[in-house]
């Protein structure tokens, strides 16, 4: 893929950090990242006369409502430039870190400049994380809800939030009936029509729970309206996680939503499921439990009960699909292994019913 011209306002954000003429034989290339559901293409660019690496940066394009995604949350002023603009990654506590070095405004959108912090991501594939890695990322959730429970709403007005209506049905059927023409099709909305499917054969119980909050998440929104709210990532998938020795860096703040912050652990039990270490029971514990250390946010009663409950449900609403998909794999292991996964995230659908608005 050939590269066009460097733009000016990237030029000049790193030679304000590197001196005049820094870029004179900067070496450019393309990532494209395996685990990226847009599709996303990044550039790494390496600039000239370092050794230590201090000098590679990673620059991510970003335009309003510019892949399925940003389509499908109505994210018209660019969230992720919303909230380095805003001083939110600033405001994140020292355990967590983001890749963001600063952020330009481009003519038809802006540009992310990260440093480039490949070596610390988690090799992509099915393998288990170590459970120093789950302990590390369950932690560092638990931290930011923490953290930004109770922080002022004026703080995080005109960021540009995603809603939790828009974040609840970012994989519902309406999303892959809107992206059907685009092309080229991204990684993942050509599956979700079949998914949703294969999830009404083979759960038709919980379907008729799931069915209606696909296309009118208002009785689960009401609900989670109960329970204390936060600053919640809202993409914490393995790909998006990355591991210093004192940090643990957050990547792909574009799903960023104030909400109860279960939702970060209901999706990243849900979309992380072949890569944890423990169970799923065990897992919800070590978060609840590094919860309950920072002493800020309800780990027991009726209120941790609900908001646990619908944030499994919301999970249920964001990947069920894809489970369904899987149980329906030709491949035997993969099938056994997703029929388990299905019949967990059907079931906490049901569990649910209690809890909706």
């Known amino acids: 893929m050939s590269l066009s011209p460097l733009e000016p306002e990237i030029i000049a954000f790193l030679e304000r950090r590197h001196g005049d003429g820094a870029l004179a034989g900067v070496k450019r290339e393309v ?198 709210d936060t600053l919640v990532h809202g993409d914490a998938k393995i790909g998006n996680l990355a591991f210093t020795s004192d940090r643990v860096i957050l990547l792909d703040w574009s799903l960023t939503l104030r909400a109860p912050g279960a939702l970060d652990l209901g999706w990243y039990l849900a979309v992380n499921s072949a890569r944890l270490p423990v169970d799923r029971e065990d897992a919800i514990e070590r978060y609840r439990s590094a919860r309950a250390d920072f002493g800020r946010l309800p780990v027991t009663g009726e209120q941790w009960e609900r908001e646990l409950t619908l944030s499994l449900l919301a999970g249920t609403l964001r990947l069920g699909w894809a489970k369904a998909l899987g149980a329906s794999s030709d491949d035997p292991a993969i099938s056994t292994r997703e029929r388990a996964e299905l019949d967990y995230w059907a079931s906490a659908a049901l569990a649910a019913r209690e809890w909706l608005d």
């Not at 370092?50 to 969230?79: C, F, H, M």
């Open 31 to 228: 990532m494209a990242s395996v685990d990226s559901a847009t599709g996303a293409i990044l550039e790494r660019l390496v600039l000239p006369g370092t050794l230590d690496g201090s000098s590679r940066y990673v620059v991510k394009r970003l335009q309003p409502r510019g892949d399925w995604i940003g389509r499908a949350t109505n994210d018209e002023r660019i969230r992720e430039y919303r909230l380095d603009a805003g001083g939110i990654y600033r405001a994140l506590p020292a355990e967590i870190g983001t890749a963001v070095i600063g952020t330009v405004e481009l003519a038809d959108g802006a540009a992310l400049v990260m440093h480039d912090i490949s070596a610390a991501l988690v090799p992509a594939g099915d393998e288990p994380i170590s459970t120093q890695q789950l302990d590390r990322s369950l932690q560092a959730l638990a931290r930011l809800h923490s953290t930004f429970f109770g922080f002022p709403a004026r703080l995080l007005a005109g960021l540009g939030l995603c809603t939790p209506m828009h974040w609840l049905t970012l994989l519902a059927p309406s999303t892959a009936k809107r992206e059907a023409a685009t092309m080229p099709p991204d990684p993942v909305t050509p599956s979700i029509l079949p998914g949703w499917d294969a999830f009404a054969r083979l759960a038709l119980d919980a379907w008729a729970i799931v069915e209606p909050l696909l296309a009118d998440p208002l009785p689960l929104v009401r609900g989670l309206r109960h329970c204390p």
